[in-house]
Protein backbone atom coordinates (compact mmCIF):
# COMPACT_ATOMS: atom_id res chain seq x y z
CA UNK A 1 0.00 0.00 0.00
CA UNK A 2 2.78 2.34 0.93
CA UNK A 3 4.45 1.84 -2.16
CA UNK A 4 1.92 3.70 -3.82
CA UNK A 5 3.84 6.69 -2.91
CA UNK A 6 6.71 5.56 -4.82
CA UNK A 7 8.41 7.42 -7.97
CA UNK A 8 5.38 10.15 -7.08
CA UNK A 9 6.07 14.02 -7.45
CA UNK A 10 5.39 15.76 -3.69
CA UNK A 11 3.86 17.45 -2.41
CA UNK A 12 0.70 16.16 -2.58
CA UNK A 13 -2.40 17.73 -1.68
CA UNK A 14 -6.04 17.11 -0.79
CA UNK A 15 -9.34 19.43 -1.21
CA UNK A 16 -12.34 18.34 0.84
CA UNK A 17 -15.49 19.74 0.03
CA UNK A 18 -18.27 18.61 2.27
CA UNK A 19 -21.75 18.83 1.80
CA UNK A 20 -23.55 18.20 5.11
CA UNK A 21 -26.42 15.82 4.62
CA UNK A 22 -25.84 15.05 0.91
CA UNK A 23 -27.53 11.79 -0.23
CA UNK A 24 -26.11 9.26 -1.86
CA UNK A 25 -29.10 7.81 -3.75
CA UNK A 26 -29.84 11.72 -5.20
CA UNK A 27 -25.88 11.76 -6.31
CA UNK A 28 -25.24 8.67 -7.30
CA UNK A 29 -28.57 7.32 -8.75
CA UNK A 30 -31.98 9.70 -9.08
CA UNK A 31 -29.90 13.10 -10.10
CA UNK A 32 -26.84 11.37 -11.49
CA UNK A 33 -27.30 13.38 -15.13
CA UNK A 34 -27.50 16.34 -13.77
CA UNK A 35 -24.55 16.11 -11.90
CA UNK A 36 -21.48 16.10 -14.92
CA UNK A 37 -18.63 17.16 -12.40
CA UNK A 38 -19.67 14.89 -9.52
CA UNK A 39 -20.45 11.85 -12.26
CA UNK A 40 -16.82 12.53 -13.76
CA UNK A 41 -15.36 12.15 -10.12
CA UNK A 42 -17.09 8.89 -9.79
CA UNK A 43 -16.24 7.57 -13.46
CA UNK A 44 -12.24 7.96 -12.51
CA UNK A 45 -12.58 7.60 -8.43
CA UNK A 46 -13.27 5.53 -5.65
CA UNK A 47 -17.14 6.09 -4.18
CA UNK A 48 -20.08 4.86 -2.31
CA UNK A 49 -21.76 4.80 0.73
CA UNK A 50 -20.46 5.74 3.95
CA UNK A 51 -22.13 4.70 7.24
CA UNK A 52 -22.69 7.95 9.88
CA UNK A 53 -21.59 8.00 13.14
CA UNK A 54 -24.48 7.10 15.92
CA UNK A 55 -25.59 9.31 16.08
CA UNK A 56 -26.44 10.42 12.90
CA UNK A 57 -26.26 14.18 13.13
CA UNK A 58 -23.99 17.32 12.09
CA UNK A 59 -22.72 17.26 15.94
CA UNK A 60 -20.67 14.80 16.17
CA UNK A 61 -20.70 13.20 12.95
CA UNK A 62 -17.98 15.68 11.61
CA UNK A 63 -15.59 15.72 14.36
CA UNK A 64 -15.86 12.08 14.76
CA UNK A 65 -15.08 12.16 10.56
CA UNK A 66 -12.35 14.35 11.08
CA UNK A 67 -11.05 12.55 14.33
CA UNK A 68 -11.52 9.17 13.50
CA UNK A 69 -12.72 8.53 17.21
CA UNK A 70 -16.55 7.62 17.71
CA UNK A 71 -19.00 10.13 19.69
CA UNK A 72 -18.39 7.94 23.27
CA UNK A 73 -14.77 8.60 22.69
CA UNK A 74 -15.43 12.15 22.23
CA UNK A 75 -17.92 12.47 24.46
CA UNK A 76 -20.41 14.30 22.22
CA UNK A 77 -23.76 12.63 21.68
CA UNK A 78 -25.25 15.58 20.28
CA UNK A 79 -25.63 19.52 19.55
CA UNK A 80 -26.85 19.91 23.36
CA UNK A 81 -25.23 17.40 25.91
CA UNK A 82 -25.88 17.42 29.19
CA UNK A 83 -23.02 18.51 31.35
CA UNK A 84 -23.11 16.92 34.87
CA UNK A 85 -25.84 14.28 35.83
CA UNK A 86 -27.97 16.76 37.33
CA UNK A 87 -31.44 17.36 35.56
CA UNK A 88 -31.35 20.65 33.87
CA UNK A 89 -27.41 21.14 33.24
CA UNK A 90 -27.50 21.10 29.16
CA UNK A 91 -24.24 22.63 27.25
CA UNK A 92 -23.74 23.01 23.50
CA UNK A 93 -21.39 21.10 21.63
CA UNK A 94 -19.14 23.80 19.98
CA UNK A 95 -15.65 23.82 19.28
CA UNK A 96 -14.55 23.48 22.60
CA UNK A 97 -16.12 19.90 23.53
CA UNK A 98 -13.64 18.41 20.78
CA UNK A 99 -10.98 17.52 23.07
CA UNK A 100 -9.06 15.38 20.56
CA UNK A 101 -6.50 16.07 17.53
CA UNK A 102 -9.05 16.51 14.03
CA UNK A 103 -6.79 15.99 10.82
CA UNK A 104 -5.59 19.71 10.42
CA UNK A 105 -4.06 19.21 13.78
CA UNK A 106 -2.20 16.39 12.94
CA UNK A 107 -0.80 18.56 9.50
CA UNK A 108 -0.01 21.46 11.51
CA UNK A 109 2.46 19.71 13.67
CA UNK A 110 4.04 18.20 10.72
CA UNK A 111 4.58 21.29 9.12
CA UNK A 112 1.84 21.09 6.70
CA UNK A 113 -0.73 24.36 5.91
CA UNK A 114 -4.45 23.65 5.67
CA UNK A 115 -7.35 25.71 5.14
CA UNK A 116 -10.48 25.11 7.13
CA UNK A 117 -13.78 26.85 5.97
CA UNK A 118 -17.70 26.39 7.95
CA UNK A 119 -15.91 22.58 9.21
CA UNK A 120 -18.81 22.12 11.93
CA UNK A 121 -17.56 22.41 15.56
CA UNK A 122 -15.11 24.75 14.66
CA UNK A 123 -16.22 27.77 16.87
CA UNK A 124 -14.54 29.04 19.02
CA UNK A 125 -11.74 28.89 17.01
CA UNK A 126 -8.47 27.80 17.41
CA UNK A 127 -5.02 27.75 16.14
CA UNK A 128 -4.19 25.80 13.03
CA UNK A 129 -0.85 26.16 10.76
CA UNK A 130 -2.78 28.32 8.07
CA UNK A 131 -6.22 30.08 7.61
CA UNK A 132 -9.85 28.83 9.47
CA UNK A 133 -13.42 30.07 9.29
CA UNK A 134 -15.46 29.23 11.85
CA UNK A 135 -18.67 27.09 11.35
CA UNK A 136 -22.59 27.18 11.84
CA UNK A 137 -22.55 27.85 15.48
CA UNK A 138 -20.63 31.19 15.01
CA UNK A 139 -23.31 33.88 16.66
CA UNK A 140 -22.41 36.42 13.71
CA UNK A 141 -19.39 38.05 12.39
CA UNK A 142 -18.84 40.77 15.06
CA UNK A 143 -17.41 37.66 16.98
CA UNK A 144 -13.64 36.46 16.49
CA UNK A 145 -14.74 33.79 13.48
CA UNK A 146 -11.11 33.05 12.57
CA UNK A 147 -7.51 32.26 12.90
CA UNK A 148 -5.56 34.11 12.56
CA UNK A 149 -7.40 36.64 14.32
CA UNK A 150 -6.50 39.36 11.38
CA UNK A 151 -7.80 37.08 8.47
CA UNK A 152 -11.21 38.20 9.54
CA UNK A 153 -10.09 41.63 7.91
CA UNK A 154 -9.83 40.06 4.72
CA UNK A 155 -12.91 37.72 5.07
CA UNK A 156 -15.46 40.40 5.30
CA UNK A 157 -13.40 42.18 2.52
CA UNK A 158 -13.93 39.35 0.06
CA UNK A 159 -17.57 38.44 1.75
CA UNK A 160 -18.68 41.69 3.69
CA UNK A 161 -22.06 39.57 4.43
CA UNK A 162 -20.52 36.87 5.10
CA UNK A 163 -23.15 34.09 6.58
CA UNK A 164 -22.39 31.04 8.38
CA UNK A 165 -26.07 29.61 8.45
CA UNK A 166 -29.44 29.86 6.86
CA UNK A 167 -31.28 31.38 9.44
CA UNK A 168 -35.17 30.11 10.66
CA UNK A 169 -34.87 27.14 8.34
CA UNK A 170 -37.81 25.52 10.13
CA UNK A 171 -40.34 27.76 8.28
CA UNK A 172 -43.34 28.36 6.12
CA UNK A 173 -42.24 31.24 4.46
CA UNK A 174 -40.26 28.79 1.60
CA UNK A 175 -39.72 31.67 -1.22
CA UNK A 176 -37.51 33.68 1.50
CA UNK A 177 -35.82 30.49 2.92
CA UNK A 178 -34.96 29.52 -0.43
CA UNK A 179 -33.62 33.28 -1.42
CA UNK A 180 -31.42 33.34 2.07
CA UNK A 181 -30.15 29.32 1.19
CA UNK A 182 -28.75 30.79 -2.27
CA UNK A 183 -26.95 33.84 -0.80
CA UNK A 184 -25.20 31.94 2.03
CA UNK A 185 -24.36 29.12 -0.42
CA UNK A 186 -23.23 32.07 -2.94
CA UNK A 187 -20.96 34.52 -0.73
CA UNK A 188 -19.41 31.11 1.40
CA UNK A 189 -18.16 29.75 -1.91
CA UNK A 190 -16.86 33.08 -2.85
CA UNK A 191 -14.66 32.85 0.08
CA UNK A 192 -13.68 29.88 -0.53
CA UNK A 193 -12.74 30.54 -4.01
CA UNK A 194 -10.51 33.42 -2.77
CA UNK A 195 -8.79 31.04 -0.54
CA UNK A 196 -7.56 28.20 -2.72
CA UNK A 197 -6.34 30.51 -5.26
CA UNK A 198 -4.65 33.60 -2.27
CA UNK A 199 -3.85 31.07 0.44
CA UNK A 200 -1.49 28.56 0.51
CA UNK A 201 -2.31 25.21 1.27
CA UNK A 202 -1.77 21.52 1.46
CA UNK A 203 -5.23 20.29 3.20
CA UNK A 204 -8.36 22.37 1.93
CA UNK A 205 -11.56 21.68 3.46
CA UNK A 206 -15.04 23.61 3.07
CA UNK A 207 -18.33 22.01 4.36
CA UNK A 208 -21.25 23.61 2.77
CA UNK A 209 -24.19 23.49 6.02
CA UNK A 210 -27.07 24.61 2.98
CA UNK A 211 -27.69 20.85 1.85
CA UNK A 212 -28.66 20.22 5.07
CA UNK A 213 -30.81 22.87 5.53
CA UNK A 214 -32.72 22.38 1.87
CA UNK A 215 -33.67 18.74 2.79
CA UNK A 216 -35.18 20.42 6.50
CA UNK A 217 -37.20 22.91 4.10
CA UNK A 218 -38.61 21.22 1.11
CA UNK A 219 -37.84 17.07 1.24
CA UNK A 220 -41.98 17.07 0.97
CA UNK A 221 -41.73 18.76 -2.28
CA UNK A 222 -39.01 16.38 -3.78
CA UNK A 223 -40.50 13.46 -2.18
CA UNK A 224 -43.66 11.54 -3.68
CA UNK A 225 -43.13 9.35 -0.80
CA UNK A 226 -44.09 12.11 1.53
CA UNK A 227 -47.11 12.61 3.98
CA UNK A 228 -47.39 16.28 2.39
CA UNK A 229 -45.86 16.13 -1.06
CA UNK A 230 -47.56 17.68 -3.56
CA UNK A 231 -46.53 16.92 -7.33
CA UNK A 232 -47.86 19.60 -8.57
CA UNK A 233 -45.93 22.03 -6.38
CA UNK A 234 -44.05 24.53 -8.37
CA UNK A 235 -41.04 24.13 -5.66
CA UNK A 236 -41.02 20.59 -7.00
CA UNK A 237 -37.50 20.70 -8.72
CA UNK A 238 -35.94 22.88 -6.05
CA UNK A 239 -33.77 20.23 -4.54
CA UNK A 240 -32.58 19.47 -7.67
CA UNK A 241 -31.87 23.18 -8.67
CA UNK A 242 -29.86 23.08 -5.75
CA UNK A 243 -27.43 20.40 -6.16
CA UNK A 244 -26.89 21.27 -9.97
CA UNK A 245 -25.79 24.53 -8.71
CA UNK A 246 -23.66 22.92 -5.94
CA UNK A 247 -22.42 20.88 -8.81
CA UNK A 248 -21.45 23.35 -11.48
CA UNK A 249 -19.84 25.60 -7.71
CA UNK A 250 -17.82 22.56 -7.39
CA UNK A 251 -16.78 21.95 -11.20
CA UNK A 252 -15.75 25.53 -11.31
CA UNK A 253 -13.35 24.46 -8.08
CA UNK A 254 -11.77 21.37 -9.49
CA UNK A 255 -10.55 24.13 -12.33
CA UNK A 256 -8.52 25.90 -9.66
CA UNK A 257 -6.45 22.79 -8.57
CA UNK A 258 -3.52 20.98 -10.29
CA UNK A 259 -2.80 17.38 -11.07
CA UNK A 260 -0.91 17.53 -7.79
CA UNK A 261 -4.43 17.63 -5.40
CA UNK A 262 -6.53 14.67 -4.67
CA UNK A 263 -10.53 15.34 -4.02
CA UNK A 264 -12.50 14.28 -1.57
CA UNK A 265 -16.49 15.10 -1.57
CA UNK A 266 -18.11 13.83 1.71
CA UNK A 267 -21.47 13.87 3.76
CA UNK A 268 -21.54 13.49 7.40
CA UNK A 269 -25.00 11.37 7.14
CA UNK A 270 -27.93 11.09 4.14
CA UNK A 271 -31.78 12.23 4.79
CA UNK A 272 -35.07 10.31 4.20
CA UNK A 273 -38.26 11.78 4.61
CA UNK A 274 -39.87 12.55 8.38
CA UNK A 275 -43.07 10.83 9.01
CA UNK A 276 -43.74 12.83 12.36
CA UNK A 277 -42.13 12.76 15.82
CA UNK A 278 -42.43 10.25 18.84
CA UNK A 279 -43.57 12.28 22.26
CA UNK A 280 -41.03 10.58 23.70
CA UNK A 281 -41.81 12.52 27.46
CA UNK A 282 -45.85 12.02 26.51
CA UNK A 283 -45.25 8.35 26.45
CA UNK A 284 -42.99 8.33 29.18
CA UNK A 285 -45.14 9.46 31.43
CA UNK A 286 -48.41 7.55 29.98
CA UNK A 287 -46.56 4.51 30.82
CA UNK A 288 -45.65 5.20 34.50
CA UNK A 289 -41.60 5.95 33.70
CA UNK A 290 -42.20 9.75 34.12
CA UNK A 291 -44.48 11.73 36.94
CA UNK A 292 -45.37 15.40 37.39
CA UNK A 293 -46.45 17.30 40.36
CA UNK A 294 -48.94 19.17 38.27
CA UNK A 295 -49.43 17.71 35.18
CA UNK A 296 -48.71 19.95 32.15
CA UNK A 297 -51.74 21.02 30.22
CA UNK A 298 -53.43 18.96 27.56
CA UNK A 299 -53.73 21.07 23.86
CA UNK A 300 -50.61 23.54 24.79
CA UNK A 301 -47.62 22.57 24.02
CA UNK A 302 -45.07 22.79 27.10
CA UNK A 303 -41.32 22.40 27.12
CA UNK A 304 -39.79 19.88 29.51
CA UNK A 305 -37.88 22.34 31.47
CA UNK A 306 -40.99 24.34 32.43
CA UNK A 307 -42.76 21.57 33.80
CA UNK A 308 -42.33 20.33 37.44
CA UNK A 309 -40.99 16.71 37.68
CA UNK A 310 -41.72 14.29 40.82
CA UNK A 311 -38.43 12.88 40.87
CA UNK A 312 -39.22 10.47 43.54
CA UNK A 313 -41.70 9.21 41.27
CA UNK A 314 -39.97 9.23 37.99
CA UNK A 315 -37.48 6.49 36.41
CA UNK A 316 -37.07 8.20 33.24
CA UNK A 317 -36.93 11.18 31.32
CA UNK A 318 -36.09 11.87 27.36
CA UNK A 319 -34.97 15.11 24.81
CA UNK A 320 -36.53 15.91 21.45
CA UNK A 321 -33.82 15.81 18.40
CA UNK A 322 -33.72 13.89 15.13
CA UNK A 323 -32.86 10.53 17.75
CA UNK A 324 -34.43 9.79 20.93
CA UNK A 325 -32.47 10.44 23.94
CA UNK A 326 -33.36 8.80 26.99
CA UNK A 327 -31.93 9.34 30.54
CA UNK A 328 -32.37 6.81 33.66
CA UNK A 329 -32.97 8.44 36.88
CA UNK A 330 -30.50 6.07 39.52
CA UNK A 331 -29.89 6.79 43.15
CA UNK A 332 -26.72 8.03 44.03
CA UNK A 333 -25.95 8.96 40.52
CA UNK A 334 -28.50 11.84 39.80
CA UNK A 335 -29.86 13.95 42.84
CA UNK A 336 -32.99 12.59 43.24
CA UNK A 337 -32.01 8.78 41.55
CA UNK A 338 -34.28 6.05 42.62
CA UNK A 339 -33.71 3.30 40.43
CA UNK A 340 -31.45 0.79 42.84
CA UNK A 341 -27.79 0.63 40.87
CA UNK A 342 -27.82 -3.34 41.05
CA UNK A 343 -31.48 -3.02 39.01
CA UNK A 344 -30.02 -0.09 36.38
CA UNK A 345 -28.97 -3.30 34.19
CA UNK A 346 -32.78 -5.01 34.23
CA UNK A 347 -34.79 -2.04 34.12
CA UNK A 348 -32.67 -0.88 31.29
CA UNK A 349 -33.66 -3.97 29.80
CA UNK A 350 -37.51 -2.99 30.65
CA UNK A 351 -37.09 -0.04 28.62
CA UNK A 352 -35.54 -0.61 25.54
CA UNK A 353 -38.10 -3.35 25.10
CA UNK A 354 -40.79 -1.19 25.40
CA UNK A 355 -39.08 1.89 23.20
CA UNK A 356 -38.81 -0.84 20.46
CA UNK A 357 -42.41 -1.83 20.98
CA UNK A 358 -43.83 1.69 20.89
CA UNK A 359 -46.23 1.62 17.87
CA UNK A 360 -46.92 4.28 14.88
CA UNK A 361 -50.65 6.17 14.88
CA UNK A 362 -52.47 3.36 13.23
CA UNK A 363 -51.10 0.74 15.86
CA UNK A 364 -48.35 -0.63 13.43
CA UNK A 365 -44.97 -1.47 14.76
CA UNK A 366 -42.17 1.13 13.51
CA UNK A 367 -38.64 -1.10 13.13
CA UNK A 368 -37.31 1.32 15.94
CA UNK A 369 -33.59 0.67 16.89
CA UNK A 370 -32.66 1.17 20.20
CA UNK A 371 -28.76 1.32 21.42
CA UNK A 372 -27.00 1.23 24.55
CA UNK A 373 -24.05 3.53 24.39
CA UNK A 374 -21.25 1.17 25.79
CA UNK A 375 -22.39 -1.40 23.34
CA UNK A 376 -21.64 0.69 19.99
CA UNK A 377 -18.53 2.89 21.60
CA UNK A 378 -15.21 1.92 22.26
CA UNK A 379 -15.44 4.15 25.18
CA UNK A 380 -18.20 6.19 26.86
CA UNK A 381 -17.15 9.91 27.94
CA UNK A 382 -18.85 12.55 29.76
CA UNK A 383 -22.78 11.87 30.48
CA UNK A 384 -24.05 9.77 27.59
CA UNK A 385 -27.68 9.33 27.47
CA UNK A 386 -28.81 6.01 29.20
CA UNK A 387 -30.06 5.20 25.34
CA UNK A 388 -30.47 6.47 21.81
CA UNK A 389 -33.21 5.66 20.03
CA UNK A 390 -34.12 5.90 15.94
CA UNK A 391 -37.57 5.72 15.95
CA UNK A 392 -39.42 4.44 12.60
CA UNK A 393 -35.84 3.43 10.65
CA UNK A 394 -35.58 7.25 11.59
CA UNK A 395 -38.96 8.67 9.59
CA UNK A 396 -39.86 9.62 13.26
CA UNK A 397 -37.75 12.11 15.13
CA UNK A 398 -38.35 12.08 19.30
CA UNK A 399 -40.10 15.18 20.26
CA UNK A 400 -39.37 16.35 23.89
CA UNK A 401 -42.88 18.97 24.61
CA UNK A 402 -46.01 17.87 26.32
CA UNK A 403 -49.89 18.42 26.11
CA UNK A 404 -50.00 16.40 22.74
CA UNK A 405 -52.62 14.12 24.36
CA UNK A 406 -50.37 11.27 22.59
CA UNK A 407 -47.70 9.62 22.12
CA UNK A 408 -46.86 10.75 18.74
CA UNK A 409 -47.25 14.12 16.64
CA UNK A 410 -47.34 15.01 12.83
CA UNK A 411 -46.47 18.39 13.43
CA UNK A 412 -42.68 19.25 14.84
CA UNK A 413 -42.18 21.12 17.82
CA UNK A 414 -39.54 23.11 16.91
CA UNK A 415 -40.99 24.48 13.57
CA UNK A 416 -41.84 22.67 9.93
CA UNK A 417 -39.24 19.93 9.51
CA UNK A 418 -39.82 17.61 6.31
CA UNK A 419 -36.79 15.57 6.53
CA UNK A 420 -34.89 13.52 9.33
CA UNK A 421 -31.40 11.99 8.58
CA UNK A 422 -30.33 8.91 7.32
CA UNK A 423 -27.67 6.26 8.34
CA UNK A 424 -25.44 6.54 5.11
CA UNK A 425 -23.72 9.50 3.44
CA UNK A 426 -21.60 9.29 0.64
CA UNK A 427 -18.06 9.95 -0.58
CA UNK A 428 -16.28 10.41 -3.58
CA UNK A 429 -12.42 9.85 -3.54
CA UNK A 430 -10.70 10.73 -6.73
CA UNK A 431 -6.97 10.97 -7.60
CA UNK A 432 -5.86 12.45 -10.73
CA UNK A 433 -2.51 10.60 -10.86
CA UNK A 434 -4.27 6.83 -10.53
CA UNK A 435 -7.30 4.60 -11.43
CA UNK A 436 -10.37 4.75 -8.40
CA UNK A 437 -11.65 0.94 -7.86
CA UNK A 438 -14.84 2.45 -8.88
CA UNK A 439 -17.95 1.75 -6.01
CA UNK A 440 -16.84 0.42 -3.03
CA UNK A 441 -18.57 -0.46 0.10
CA UNK A 442 -17.97 -1.20 3.66
CA UNK A 443 -16.74 2.24 5.02
CA UNK A 444 -17.84 4.01 7.94
CA UNK A 445 -16.90 7.70 8.38
CA UNK A 446 -14.29 7.08 10.92
CA UNK A 447 -12.21 5.78 7.40
CA UNK A 448 -11.96 9.10 6.32
CA UNK A 449 -9.33 10.78 8.76
CA UNK A 450 -6.76 8.01 8.54
CA UNK A 451 -7.33 7.74 4.77
CA UNK A 452 -6.52 11.86 4.44
CA UNK A 453 -3.58 11.67 6.60
CA UNK A 454 -2.16 8.77 4.61
CA UNK A 455 -2.75 10.49 1.23
CA UNK A 456 -0.71 13.67 2.15
CA UNK A 457 2.38 11.05 3.63
CA UNK A 458 1.47 11.17 7.31
CA UNK A 459 1.67 8.99 9.73
CA UNK A 460 -1.87 7.27 10.68
CA UNK A 461 -1.88 7.65 14.51
CA UNK A 462 -2.43 4.06 15.85
CA UNK A 463 -5.54 5.13 18.10
CA UNK A 464 -7.59 6.07 15.20
CA UNK A 465 -10.32 3.94 14.75
CA UNK A 466 -11.13 3.63 11.04
CA UNK A 467 -8.93 2.06 8.37
CA UNK A 468 -7.76 2.97 5.00
CA UNK A 469 -10.02 3.61 1.81
CA UNK A 470 -7.85 2.26 -0.69
Known amino acids: MHNLFKGRRKP???MVLGLDCASP????DEFRDDLPALTRLTQSGTWGELASSIPCITIPAWSSMMSSHDPGVLGIYGFRNRADHSYDNMMIANGSAVKVKRVWDYLSEAG????????PQTYPPRPVNGHLVTDFLTPGTESAFTYPAIFKQEVLQVTPDYQFDVKG?????????????????????????????????????????????LHHGFWRFHD?????????????NVIRDYYKMVDSTIGDLLNLIDDDTAVLVVSDHG???????????????????????????????????????????????GSGGYYGRVFLNVAGREPEGIIPPEQYPAVREELTAALRAIPGPEGEPLATQVFQPEAIYQQVR???????????????????????????????????D??????????ILYDPRESGRGRVSGHQLMDIAPTLLHRLGQPVPGEMQGRLIE
Not at 25 to 28: C, P, R, T, Y
Not at 278 to 302: M, R, S, Y
Not at 418 to 427: R, S
Open 271 to 317: VSRMDGGICINEWLWQNGWLAFKTPPPEGKLTKFEDVEVDWSRTRAW
Open 12 to 14: RRV
Open 382 to 416: NVAPDLMAYFGNLHWRSVGTLGHGRHYTLENDTGP
Open 224 to 236: PQHRLHDPHSPLK
Open 112 to 119: KQSVVIGV
Open 169 to 213: FRTNDKTGLLRRLYDMTEIQYKLVRHALKQKPWDFFMHVNIGVDR
Open 25 to 28: QLIF
Open 418 to 427: DANHAVNGMF
